[in-house]
């Protein structure tokens, strides 16, 4: 039996959200968004439409080690997580691109690429200095 997933309104409204965010928000913080414009929505929806969607490559799913996010963001990318805020960035790692074609002259097959560099952000680097702005003069 094929596996059909229909388009519904309660999964086109989780996905305009997403793709209009640069937040990465939690399932919760979707349910809250989707809520307003689809009020009778659940959260059991929100976080079944979210994880089919992330099966079917449609979104990216991150973990933070303390929550699971989203991504709608379609172009090719990574992130950096800062472990003190919990915050995600998009950031662009060019070597990905090259990485890729090495691998699969070797004859390899890969089907996802996943990089997610972990630290403190900038922000919060700043506050354990003491609020400077990482400039020494």
Do not use: W
Not at 12 to 29: A, V, Y
Not at 54 to 68: L, S
């Amino acid at each position: 039996m094929e596996n059909v997933h229909r388009e519904t309104v309660q999964k086109k409204e989780i996905l305009d959200f997403l793709r209009n965010t640069t937040i990465h928000p939690t399932p919760e913080q979707v349910y809250e968004h989707v809520k307003k414009r689809l009020p009778m929505i659940s959260l059991a929806t929100v976080y079944r439409n979210l994880n089919q969607m992330a099966e079917e490559g449609i979104i990216g799913r991150i973990n933070t080690d303390r929550e699971m996010r989203f991504d709608g963001n379609e172009i090719e990318h990574q992130h950096f997580v800062c472990e003190k805020c919990n915050k995600i960035i998009d950031i662009e790692f060019h070597n990905t691109k090259r990485l890729l074609r090495e691998l699969e002259g070797e004859g390899h097959e890969v089907r996802k690429v996943e990089v997610i560099f972990r630290g403190m952000c900038k922000e919060c680097s700043n506050k354990l200095k003491g609020g400077k702005n990482g400039k020494n003069k």
